[in-house]
């Protein structure tokens, strides 16, 4: 009997002490002052630098929420550009704390690169952008077709599977980078090019003549894209995916940049538990009580990053669809915070 107490004992301590190493990311961010974010090297709507430097999108915002949960300062981040191919690497290596970075969610990527995905910040799907001059109007009349893509990405795989379930032949043409494949598309050294949706938005604008190029109707694949998060630390997975929630939970409670301060004042309940009038949600999760509203008020909840950086207050123009609430016919969905 006192052996078996020994070894539940002993068990319980081993245990108790690996969450106590794994839970280590938070400190590493704090004693650092700094938030390390992955992101892509340049995809307008989700991660780009202007001149001078400084990053938006809809992928930074995220990482700049986490920021304002973390420091109440949303500045406090070095952002690292990464290819599709070093992104991984990147991650696993400690490089970064975060990968924010157009990313699909599938059960391959979240079984054997030693990362969690946290959440969908975007809800996407594959399709391809022509010349208009080529007179193409369905991903159907592509046979035999030359089409670029960009290697280390869902692309190429979801892009045979298409082609043969449809009987139709064609050549890859692949490239390293987003922006190389963009060029020998414009250059004409293939036909077409594949990727998400929302990077055929973003990547058209490079082009020398957008209105030159269309974006068919087809969507061939699911691409949820979201963050990733090393394994093994539970508490920084819960901060990242929660930073996310909240900025979907703050729509649905009507709550934005700058009404933040008003609508914290609400004797509602379920807005005083967001808000941490009520409770300490916050300081399960590592943070202060007021997490949430520091979210807000540095990039606003999910609907106004969603229409600044991609939507219709932005360059690319893209319908709200999927990424809708889900009470206003979307699917974009948090769950609650209580």
């Given amino acids: 009997m006192k ?4 070894v539940v004992t002993l068990a319980l301590a081993a245990g108790l002490s690996a969450e106590a190493a794994s839970a280590q990311t938070l400190k590493t961010v704090k004693d650092r002052g700094m938030l390390s974010c992955g992101v892509s090297q340049g995809l307008p709507g989700f991660s780009t ?3 001078k430097g400084n990053w938006t999108g809809l992928d930074v915002d995220i990482c700049r929420a986490i920021a304002a949960a973390i420091f109440n300062d949303a500045t406090k981040i070095k952002f690292v550009p990464l290819s599709a191919k070093d992104r991984f690497t990147a991650l696993q290596s400690g490089e970064i704390d975060v990968l924010s970075r157009n990313t699909t969610w599938t059960l391959s990527r979240d079984t054997s690169l030693g990362a969690n995905f946290t959440g969908v910040t975007y809800y996407d ?3 391809f952008l022509v010349k208009k001059s080529l007179k193409v109007n369905s991903a159907l009349e592509l046979n035999s077709a030359s089409v670029c893509v960009q290697t280390g990405t869902t692309t190429e795989q979801n892009l045979a599977d298409y082609f043969k379930g449809n009987n139709m032949k064609y050549e890859v043409i ?3 980078t987003a922006d190389e494949t963009v060029k020998a598309y414009e250059s004409g050294r293939c036909d077409v090019f594949t990727s998400d949706v929302s990077q055929l938005y973003a990547e058209r604008l490079k082009l020398a003549t957008p209105a030159d190029h269309v974006v068919l109707p087809e969507v061939i694949s699911k691409e949820p894209l979201g963050p990733m998060v090393r394994h093994g630390d539970d508490q920084w997975f ?6 996310l929630y909240a900025m979907v939970g703050a729509e649905e409670l009507g709550m934005t940049q700058k009404n933040v301060d008003e609508v914290a004042k609400s004797d509602k309940p379920e807005v005083k538990r967001a808000v941490g009038t009520d409770g300490n949600l916050g300081e399960q999760l590592g943070l202060t009580k007021d997490w949430l509203v520091r979210i807000v008020k540095a990039v606003g909840n999910y609907g106004e990053s969603f229409e600044r950086n991609v939507g ?3 360059k690319l123009g893209i319908a709200r669809g999927l990424n809708q609430l889900w009470s ?3 699917i974009q969905y948090a769950p609650p915070i209580r």
């Fill in 3 to 6: 052996r078996v107490s020994l």
């Fill in 49 to 51: 630098p202007d001149d």
């Fill in 125 to 127: 799907g594959q399709g």
């Fill in 174 to 176: 692949a490239f390293g």
């Fill in 238 to 243: 819960d901060i990242v995916k929660w930073t």
């Fill in 312 to 314: 219709s207050g932005s």
């Fill in 328 to 330: 206003k016919g979307g």
